[in-house]
């Protein structure tokens, strides 16, 4: 059986003398889809940006995408995992193209990657459209291009379907699926739990920071 | 290091070229501040003034905090400095892509207020040309300290009052040596030694960006 992509224990995060993730166990296998629900201010974005090299451990051990946490340079962990959060996240004077280069350029990825990437989210006739042009929707689907330009073996989404249509979902759907047919992991996080007729997640629910179901 | 600043720069060069506030926002604030300048003065005693220099470099002060706010809110769009995060880019090359892009701004608003200054001011267009070289290092250490300053106040409440409070002790010998040098340029005068405080000060900012960059974004 191949190694967890992720794999914390009591893992503990506090930020200005607040408590972000009190004690986190959690194991992540390969090839997996992970959904994290939990009410607003459970913890499933801090749990994501822990795993995404954003926040530091306060205390705990853990490693994610082979990169062991606290000893090993967050850095090297960002430049493992693609993260995707639930804003914009791109340079709005930029177009989709040019925005796409730059994170390319960023990590050694060949520029020959963006047609593909383009074609697969639906944008390609809007790569020279300047981003901040672009609606909600579209701007998700930027990040999920950049992330398949980026291929990493463990993808964080931080509620990727909010601002998708129908049609936006049944292709984030079928996206997600692929991405774990190809040997990625997914973890994301959900205010509900997936409304996926094809998908087939491991529910993590959380509270108060900390992992409550499964227990 | 370099390919990452290189990389950085053109971005954030690209950037500044389309949304153009620096071409119709900023340079025409440094104009009417060094017109009203000219008209403090009076037409006929300005350019015989010892106070143009000094004008010259407070205007480009106005400016310059202006354009270091411009330069880290590029940034500050919703997710884009954590999305940016990821990339897990070299904190250094990542202040050097920022200082020169930000100094290749400066050096145009320098150069716009130097003509400024030949046609405002009344100053010696011989002295104006002899002391753009100063000019040019003075707003490339102003650059990198902006930088530094910038990284530093950008995500705290207040950015826009905390910089100038943060930057100005920083600036201040900067501008000194800098309003020095051009005075000399101008009237004559000893004008190494305050080539030497410029020189000394753009390496260090360099130096200390370079180390400091990283972790002045964690924080």
């Keep these: ?215 | 290091m370099i390919r990452v600043a290189w990389l950085v720069a053109k971005k954030d060069l690209r950037i500044e070229l389309r949304s153009r506030i620096l071409l119709w926002q900023v340079l025409p604030f440094g104009v009417l501040a060094l017109v009203l300048a000219g008209l403090a003065l009076g037409p006929v005693q300005a350019g015989h003034s010892s106070a143009a220099p000094g004008l010259f470099y407070l205007v480009t002060l106005f400016v310059t905090l202006l354009v270091i706010a411009r330069s880290q809110a590029v940034e500050e769009t919703p997710g884009t400095r954590e999305s940016i995060a990821t990339l897990g880019l070299d904190p250094a090359g990542v202040f050097l892509g920022k200082a020169l892009a930000l100094m290749v701004e400066l050096w145009v608003v320098g150069l716009v207020l130097l003509s400024g200054a030949v046609l405002l001011l009344h100053t010696a267009l011989a002295g104006t040309v002899s002391a753009l070289p100063s000019v040019l290092v003075t707003l490339g250490a102003m650059a990198a300290a902006g930088t530094l300053y910038g990284a530093l106040t950008a995500g705290l409440d207040g950015p826009a009052t905390l910089l100038p409070v943060l930057a100005l002790p920083a600036f201040a010998p900067l501008l000194v040596a800098g309003e020095r040098s051009f005075s000399a340029a101008l009237h004559g005068g000893a004008l190494w030694e305050w080539w030497v405080i410029v020189v000394v000060a753009l390496v260090s900012y360099l130096a200390v960006g370079v180390l400091l960059y990283g972790v002045l974004e964690e924080a």
């Design chain 1, 1 to 215: 059986m191949s190694e967890p992509v992720v794999r914390l224990r009591n893992a503990v995060v506090v930020t200005n003398g607040f408590p972000l993730l009190s004690g986190v166990d959690l194991e992540i296998p390969s090839q997996s889809l992970t959904v994290l629900t939990g009410a607003n201010g459970a913890g499933k974005t801090s749990l994501l940006r822990l795993l995404g090299g954003l926040l530091a451990l306060t205390s705990g051990e853990g490693q994610v995408a082979g990169v062991t946490l606290g000893t090993e340079s967050r850095r090297a962990l960002r430049r493992s995992v693609g993260w995707l959060g639930h804003e914009g996240s791109f340079y709005g004077e930029l177009t989709v193209r040019e925005n796409l280069v730059f994170a390319a350029r960023a990590l050694d990825r060949p520029l020959t990657l963006l047609p593909d990437a383009l074609e697969r989210v639906g944008l390609s006739g809007r790569a020279d459209t300047v981003t901040r042009m672009l609606s909600a929707g579209q701007r998700r689907r930027l990040g999920l291009a950049w992330l398949l330009v980026r291929r990493p073996a463990l993808w964080l989404l931080d509620e990727p379907y909010a601002s998708l249509d129908d049609s936006g979902r049944t292709f984030l759907d079928e996206l997600l699926a692929d991405v774990q047919a190809a040997g990625a992991s997914v973890v994301m996080s959900a205010h509900d739990e997936l409304r996926s007729a094809t998908l087939k997640p491991t529910i993590v629910r959380l509270a108060g920071g900390r992992i409550v179901s499964p227990s």
